[in-house]
């Protein structure tokens, strides 16, 4: 098990802007999708973005145009830039690390977008 440690976070306002970083503290090796899913009490997690170690990105609908991943593979690191934050964009963002034989999450972080 690699241990992935999440950063940013926190209360920022309708419109405004917050970063979230994940890095994982060991390899995880050449082979992998490195993303961020969330979730909100009563609902599934769902994926919000994620890239793989090719350099492709997916993005869900409804972050589409408004978040940015990308990575850092030599630091094993993951960070999601996200723009025009809604109240419907709060929820406990988590990281996740996975390829062949592994499959990785960070403890959560919490997002709240309010006034």
């Known amino acids: 098990q690699v241990p992935l440690v999440e950063s940013g976070g926190g209360l920022v306002q309708p419109g405004g802007s917050m970063t979230l970083s994940c890095a994982a503290s060991?390899?995880?090796?050449?082979?992998?999708?490195m993303g961020w899913a969330r979730q909100v009490p009563g609902r599934e997690r769902e994926l919000a973005a994620s890239?793989?170690?090719?350099?492709?990105?997916y993005y869900s609908d409804s972050v589409q145009g408004r978040f940015t991943i990308s990575k850092d593979a030599a630091k094993n690191t993951v960070s999601l830039q996200m723009t025009n934050l809604k109240p419907s964009d709060t929820a406990i963002y988590y990281c996740?690390?996975?390829?062949?034989?592994?499959?990785?999450w960070g403890q959560g972080i919490q997002v709240t977008v309010s006034s």
């Open positions: 890239i793989n170690s090719a350099g492709v990105n």
């Open positions: 996740n690390f996975h390829g062949p034989g592994f499959n990785y």
């Open positions: 060991g390899s995880i090796g050449d082979t992998y999708f």
